[in-house]
């Protein structure tokens, strides 16, 4: 693909990207991917603290709405899509790059997972998502396409990810049933699967560092993926290239999937 032909994939289409908090978030690679294809964005940060690190980053890319977003916050989620209709008036593309679940459930293994600490868990990574998709249908008037990330230890055992397994096991799972739901609307829906990054989430995962080198040694084509991989992926599937495909979970790993 031609520079000039990425820097207008996108262009006039409006983004949502949730989910930033430095330059080293996925989401920022999904901000930059967008802008570097023309579209307009809106970006949120988690609460004062974070916006010290999101503002200049949205600055940087020039996004047009900057929201706080708490999605544990009753109304802040409203809030943002009410701003969005109203200096938009419609959204195309929305990335939901979030998740939590408290320290000592996510370390102390599933069997040790607190009822509170795994409702916790669900609804802040996975029906949060399902939320945003109520809000942004209405506003992607002429179709659109949602994403959120998942990783391989929904599919797969992988040491140490313990509830956090079965919870993103329910966000794939979303993600194919609201294609279904959405799909006569011309909405797609995709569960985006990126190999082991250093981000400041990963970073409370036991032994991240063990997972990482593991996977470089174990990938396909011997290199690790990083933040622009899965945002020039993500711009992809939001472009008329891929409009009839939906319900995926696209592994952006270097083929480390594949692996026995």
């Given at each position: 693909m031609t520079a000039e032909v990425q820097s207008s994939m996108l262009k006039g289409r409006k983004a949502l990207v949730v989910g930033i908090a430095n330059e080293h978030s996925i989401a920022y690679g999904c901000a930059r991917a967008f802008r570097e294809s023309g579209a307009d964005l809106a970006v949120t940060y988690l609460n004062e603290k974070a916006k010290e690190f999101v503002g200049p980053l949205a600055k940087e890319l020039d996004a047009e709405i900057i929201m706080p977003l708490d999605v544990e916050k009753p109304g802040e989620l409203e809030a943002l899509f009410k701003k969005i209709e109203a200096v938009w008036g419609r959204l195309d593309m929305l990335v939901h790059s979030i998740a939590f679940a408290p320290k000592e459930d996510l370390q102390g293994g599933l069997l040790n997972c607190?009822?509170?600490?795994?409702?916790?868990?669900?609804?802040?990574?996975?029906?949060?998502?399902?939320?945003?998709?109520?809000?942004?249908?209405?506003?992607?008037?002429?179709?659109?396409?949602?994403?959120?990330?998942?990783?391989?230890?929904?599919?797969?055992?992988?040491?140490?990810y313990n509830v956090m397994g079965p919870v993103k096991a329910a966000l794939e799972a979303s993600c194919r049933y609201l294609a279904f739901e959405l799909g006569p609307q011309k909405i797609?829906?995709?569960?985006?699967?990126?190999?082991?990054?250093?981000?400041?989430?990963?970073?409370?995962?036991?032994?991240?560092?063990?997972?990482?080198?593991?996977?470089?040694?174990?990938?396909?084509?011997?290199?690790?993926?990083?933040?622009?991989?899965?945002?020039?992926?993500?711009?992809?599937?939001?472009?008329?290239?891929?409009?009839?495909?939906?319900?995926?979970?696209?592994?952006?790993?270097?083929?480390?999937?594949?692996?026995?």
């Open positions: 607190s009822a509170d600490g795994f409702a916790k868990a669900m609804d802040i990574s996975c029906h949060s998502f399902i939320r945003m998709a109520g809000l942004a249908a209405p506003l992607m008037k002429d179709g659109g396409t949602l994403f959120t990330m998942t990783f391989h230890g929904a599919q797969k055992v992988v040491s140490n797609r829906v995709h569960a985006i699967s990126p190999g082991p990054l250093k981000t400041r989430a990963s970073l409370g995962l036991k032994d991240f560092e063990l997972l990482v080198n593991e996977a470089s040694a174990r990938t396909p084509l011997g290199e690790l993926v990083d933040i622009m991989d899965v945002g020039h992926a993500c711009a992809f599937l939001a472009s008329p290239f891929s409009r009839h495909l939906t319900g995926e979970t696209l592994y952006v790993d270097g083929g480390m999937n594949i692996m026995a």
